[in-house]
């Protein structure tokens, strides 16, 4: 199984909802991450969870919220977000540990829509 | 290409041809490189990478350039195809020994005409 899955595929959210995206792999991979894409944009990373623990947060705003209950799943709970929140958010895994990078391996995004 | 403002650079092969794809990168203590390629509605999809310690490497149909004089890389794609069409994006590592501090480039369209 060589698959990082993303659900859901697209969510729709009004500025005082509560909702969580969610990833999951199962390559055995221990470094999970979070990127926030724009339309013609490159991806920018948000958070890195190494071994189950936050490694990288990359001055992403408090109404953005990761969690890591294991090695396998990573989610990302959303509370009173903006319109200029909306983008793809995408999950991508790699093998991890420390003295050298791997390549990371995506999902298919989480299409977000912020109404 | 780099692109300029918020659109995209835009290469146009013909099918059959040869594609070269250039990627500017921003920092000398780089010490990995991945070249990623993102289809309309779908995540990035690993391409082929690359450590310092080289310059090239090739993959299937595909062979990565890495000149650290002037910081540039370059993916070059033989007998380009319909299915190759897509935006293609560089990443660099920019954190030594870290596993996950990848540093996007603007991306390149790639457009095949048959």
């Known amino acids: 199984d060589t698959e990082v899955t993303q659900t859901p595929k697209h969510l729709v959210m009004g500025m005082t909802n509560k909702k969580s995206l969610k990833c999951e792999q199962h390559m055995g991979h221990r470094a999970m991450y979070w990127y926030k894409q724009k339309a013609k944009k490159p991806p920018e990373l948000m958070f890195v969870y190494s071994y189950e623990k936050l490694s990288i947060n990359e001055s992403v705003p408090s109404r953005f919220s990761p969690e890591c209950p294991n090695s396998s799943l990573l989610n990302l709970h959303l509370h009173a977000l903006q319109p200029e929140d909306s983008a793809l958010y995408l999950c991508a895994s790699s093998l991890g540990g420390q003295g050298s990078p791997y390549e990371q391996y995506f999902g298919p995004g989480t299409r977000l829509t912020v109404t | 290409g780099e692109s300029v403002g918020l659109h995209l650079p835009t290469l146009s092969v013909q099918e059959g041809d040869n594609s070269i794809i250039n990627c500017a990168y921003s920092?000398?203590?780089?010490?990995?490189f991945i070249w990623y390629k993102q289809e309309s509605g779908k995540g990035p999809q690993f391409i082929i990478d690359i450590r310092s310690n080289m310059d090239k490497r090739q993959g299937q149909r595909v062979t990565v350039l890495l000149n650290k004089t002037v910081k540039h890389l370059s993916l070059q794609i033989a007998a380009t195809q319909p299915g190759d069409s897509a935006v293609y994006f560089c990443?660099?590592?920019?954190?030594?020994?870290?596993?996950?501090?990848?540093?996007f480039g603007k991306g390149t369209k790639l457009s095949v005409k048959p």
């Open positions: 920092n000398s203590a780089s010490d990995y």
């Open positions: 990443a660099e590592n920019v954190d030594m020994g870290s596993q996950g501090n990848l540093i």
